[in-house]
């Protein structure tokens, strides 16, 4: 059981637009501004592709795109492309829990 | 080019060691902090411990406390972790990986198995 709450999973068709939620405990998510997410295809490393909730690595397509509102921050992928079919996780910072660091369990994006 | 290439994994009992390694290059060690992340298989990613470049912090997740050590060379460019006592539920790709909280820099991940 995370502490960092996320869809198992999330569709779309291409083209169109989806959020991933990620909803924690005040004490991470909600007062902290080290969101980060993460995108990961089968076999292979994960990558970063938001850092401190809407910040996007040099190289990662803006059609990626990151906020937060109280406990629960969010990634929304618009124009959805096939190869954005992977696996999501929403990490923040929870210095106030025994973990410096949380993950969310993870979302599986389908692109039907 | 920035790079992490982690390894030392492999097959080992319950109760045993191990030492994964990491080497870096293309960016200046000892200015970043470093971590270790792991991931059983069809799981979740999991947060196991990071490490300051100067190794005056470090910090542990409660499901490694006390069995695993991080360290670092510098001079080497190096990232290790000692893991000793080890379980069934350590089974997992361990992945090395650049930052503290933002980890923008990943290892391919190797893999380490503990059965008997």
């Known amino acids: 059981h995370s502490a960092l709450t996320q869809p198992a999973s999330v569709s779309g068709s291409p083209g169109q637009s989806i959020t991933i939620s990620c909803t924690g405990a005040s004490s991470a998510i909600g007062s902290y501004t080290l969101v980060s997410w993460y995108q990961q295809h089968p076999g292979k490393a994960p990558k970063l592709i938001i850092y401190d909730v809407n910040k996007r690595p040099s190289g990662v397509s803006d059609r990626f795109s990151g906020s937060k509102s109280g406990n629960t921050a969010s990634l929304t992928i618009s124009g959805l492309q096939a190869d954005d079919e992977a696996d999501y996780y929403c990490?923040?910072?929870?210095?106030?829990?025994?973990?410096?660091?949380?993950f969310g369990g993870g979302s599986k994006v389908t692109v039907l | 080019q920035v790079k992490l290439v982690d390894s030392g994994g492999g097959l080992v009992k319950p109760g045993g060691s191990l030492r994964l390694s990491c080497a870096a290059s293309?960016?200046?060690?000892?200015?970043?902090?470093m971590s270790w992340i792991r991931q059983a298989p069809g799981k979740g990613l999991e947060w196991i411990s990071h490490?300051?470049?100067?190794?005056?912090?470090?910090n542990y997740a409660d499901s490694v406390k006390g069995r695993f050590t991080v360290s670092r060379d510098n001079a080497k460019k190096s990232l290790y972790l000692q893991m000793n006592s080890l379980r069934a539920e350590d089974t997992a790709v361990y992945y090395c990986v650049r930052g503290k909280v933002a980890f923008d820099i990943w290892g391919p991940g190797t893999l380490v198995t503990v059965s008997s």
């Open positions: 293309g960016f200046n060690f000892d200015d970043y902090h």
């Open positions: 490490l300051s470049g100067s190794s005056y912090y470090t």
């Open positions: 990490c923040s910072s929870a210095p106030s829990s025994t973990l410096d660091v949380l």
